[in-house]
């Protein structure tokens, strides 16, 4: 770990910044923060904190000494300076008066000491950076210093490491206490260049931005050198089975076994995404023999509860070949794991004054011997939190275990982080959306069609996967649908291809809920002189290309054990032929008959299976010449003939996109057509 302050870089960001008024003190202020974000090993994921005190202008343009601190919601490695809010210094340190201040009390008084009412709430250790001297204080939750401050004798092991340079503080949940017990240590030894908190973190500080970074990574890099003087082999690997089953076939076990279902609503699941890491170091960790005790011992530093709970889910290794006996044990495993949650809760609950409101008891990471770690979460986002946040643990570990035992915080202590009041309160505030946790795979993804569904899942709140044969367009459209979506380039004729692409799902997301089999193309010609090839062609894009992606997605589903919806773009083909289309339509309406075999066939395991049946949309299938062609061949306006139906209105891929919507949507509903043509009777399902 070495410095990475570069002088010209400081100033160019004083500069820009003081293009629009800030002042140099928040802009290098700014610098720094992003210095230390940008590492993770020193904070992750909204981790840790920093300060600065300077004197600024009200809103009613009087000056007034503040302090800048991190606001919540804000990560140091983006960190603006309108991510810094400022609060009136001199009320903050008077709290210091006071013997108690109860949470919600402590972060009104913050909100109401902040020069702009509309800023972000500040950080909760807030207090903590009032009640130190220095203009400048960093946090941060630095894995080497973990290492040896998660140790039972930690306070002993940083004494002897920095030698008077720091202050040790013993573990007190953050807050006013812990604000409190900061500033007295510092005060019994002024000199000091910053605290290592127990079980929690690292402070450092100074007068100078630059001298107060450096300070962290100075205290970073002793502790990194005095892990790195301890064992090399830290975990002794635990025996594995010859094969190890692949973690695209076991992600499905795992998500379906953690699946909530909705008391409140038959065949609704509460379900999870997933984030695999499988790296030799992670694999060196799950495989040692004592992973039940260090892989169990807790987080590494408090916050992290929040995203990954206390303790993960430890599975034995899946053998190669018996994945059957496996999805029983990890079925068991899930239970057990919910069982203990909820005895924790009531164990710990019990003790608060006011009852808290129990949190799902699903783990958030679950350890695999052979393969590695996954994380789970509500998105995808919140599953590559948890893994990252994982792999730092084990990071942590690794060097605890190199030069000692790991021993972090308690049990007690974590469950106040859990269930803090100010936590609880943000969770009643998270409304989430109707497909939050559910995967979808939507075919001919880059179509005009296929891309207007993907877009319609996402705002609803599902992870999706684009397959489609153009990789440039299919990438395009998945850097366009933003958030972790997946672009995958698979001719849906290709059957090796179509197995490969679901694999990639498995283990990008960890499996699929909803299935957009939408990829189709065109093929005319007068039946009875066709050639065969034709025939044939049309039926391998349109029928068994359907099938066959079909057949992928019930693999999977049945894998999770967690029903799902097999949705088909059917065309008002299948019911009404057009002239010189049969080549096409015979294809459709096989295509239909497929649909209605696996609501019949797969109801049981609660999967539905429906179908879109659109006409008259402008997308690769219907091209501006042949709407041209086919409106002059009737004698109609281009726009007459598009809106050529019942209700004489022009149907759009955003019209067929809300229908697939709400047949993913409709859990009581399979083997249903719905019609998206503004009305055709000769097409109408009777
Ligand atoms: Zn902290």
Redesign the pocket.
């Known amino acids: 770990m070495r410095s990475l302050w570069l002088d010209r870089e400081a100033e160019r960001i004083a500069a820009h910044y003081g293009e629009t008024g800030v002042s140099r003190d928040l802009a290098l202020r700014v610098y720094t923060s992003r210095l230390l974000g940008g590492e993770p090993k020193l904070v992750l994921h909204g981790?840790?904190?920093t300060s600065v005190k300077t004197v600024v202008e009200d809103l009613c343009g009087e000056a007034v000494e503040v302090l800048c601190v991190k606001g919540s919601g804000w990560d140091l490695a983006s960190i603006a300076p309108e991510g810094l809010p400022a609060l009136r210094l001199a009320p903050l340190k008077r709290l210091r008066q006071r013997a108690q201040l109860r949470d919600e009390e402590m972060v009104r008084i913050q909100r109401a000491n902040l020069l702009d009412p509309a800023a972000p709430s500040p950080s909760v250790?807030t207090l903590l950076h009032a009640f130190l001297p220095h203009k400048y204080v960093d946090?941060t939750?630095a894995s080497a210093v973990l290492s040896l401050a998660d140790q039972r004798d930690g306070a002993e092991r940083c004494g002897d490491l920095y030698g008077g340079r720091l202050g040790i503080v013993p573990y007190v949940m953050?807050g006013f206490l812990l604000a409190k017990k900061a500033a007295e240590i510092f005060e019994a030894d002024p000199e000091v260049e910053g605290l290592v908190l127990l079980k929690?973190?690292l402070f450092t500080f100074g007068e100078e931005a630059r001298e107060s970074y450096e300070r962290t990574i100075d205290a970073v890099a002793l502790a990194a050198e005095a892990v790195a003087r301890g064992r090399r082999a830290v975990f002794f690997p635990a025996a594995l089975p010859a094969e190890i089953a692949e973690a695209d076939a076991v992600a499905p076990i795992l998500r379906g076994a953690c699946a909530i279902a909705d008391p409140r609503k038959e065949g609704a699941w509460k379900r999870f995404v997933v984030e695999f890491r499988g790296d030799p170091e992670m694999l060196a960790y799950v495989g040692g023999m004592e992973l039940q005790r260090y892989g169990r011992a807790g987080v590494a530093?408090p916050?992290h509860t929040l995203r990954t709970k206390n303790y993960p889910l430890i599975l034995p290794p899946p053998e190669g070949g018996r994945l059957a006996g496996f999805k029983e044990t990890v079925r068991e495993a899930v239970a057990r794991y919910a069982a203990d949650y909820r005895a924790y809760f009531a164990r710990h609950n019990e003790k608060e004054p006011v009852s808290k409101r129990e949190l799902d008891p699903m783990p958030r990471v679950i350890l695999v011997p052979g393969l590695g770690l996954f994380g789970l979460g509500r998105s995808k986002k919140d599953a590559v939190i948890a893994a990252d946040l994982a792999e730092a643990t084990a990071g942590v570990v690794r060097g605890a275990e190199a030069i000692g035992r790991y021993e972090p915080v308690g049990e007690a202590e974590l469950f106040a982080i859990e269930y803090w009041s100010l936590e609880q309160a943000k969770l009643k505030e998270a409304a989430e959306k109707p497909l939050q946790g559910e995967i979808a795979v939507v075919t001919g993804g880059a179509g005009t069609i296929g891309f207007a569904t993907a877009q319609a899942l996402k705002a609803a709140g599902a992870e999706v996967a684009l397959f489609d044969r153009d990789r440039g367009a299919v990438d395009e459209a998945a850097k366009r649908l933003g958030g972790f979506s997946l672009g995958i380039a698979c001719d849906v004729t290709n059957a090796a291809e179509v197995a490969s692409a679901f694999s990639r799902v498995a283990r990008h997301f960890g499996g699929m809920d909803i299935l957009v089999s939408n990829a189709g193309a065109a093929f005319s010609g007068r039946i009875g002189e066709v050639a065969e090839s034709t025939l044939r062609a049309s039926f391998e894009v349109n029928f068994f290309a359907q099938q066959r992606v079909a057949q992928n997605a019930v693999r999977l589903m049945l894998a999770q054990g967690t029903g799902g919806a097999l949705l088909f773009n059917v065309s008002k083909q299948a019911l009404n032929p057009g002239l010189d289309f049969g080549p096409y339509g015979t294809a459709k309406a096989a295509a239909l008959a497929l649909m209605r075999q696996y609501a019949l066939e797969y109801g049981r395991d609660g999967i539905r299976a429906n179908a879109v049946n659109a006409d008259r949309i402008k997308s690769g299938l219907l091209t501006p010449e042949m709407i041209a062609a086919r409106a002059q061949a009737r004698g109609v306006s281009e726009s007459d003939y598009m809106r050529g139906n019942l209700l004489g209105r022009e149907v759009t891929a955003e019209d067929v996109a809300e229908a697939i919507l709400y047949a993913a949507l409709s859990l009581k509903t399979t083997a249903g057509l719905a019609t998206v043509d503004g009305g055709n009777i000769a097409a109408a399902p009777r």
Do not use: A, L, V
């Open positions: 981790g840790g904190n250790e946090h939750h953050p929690h973190g530093t916050d």
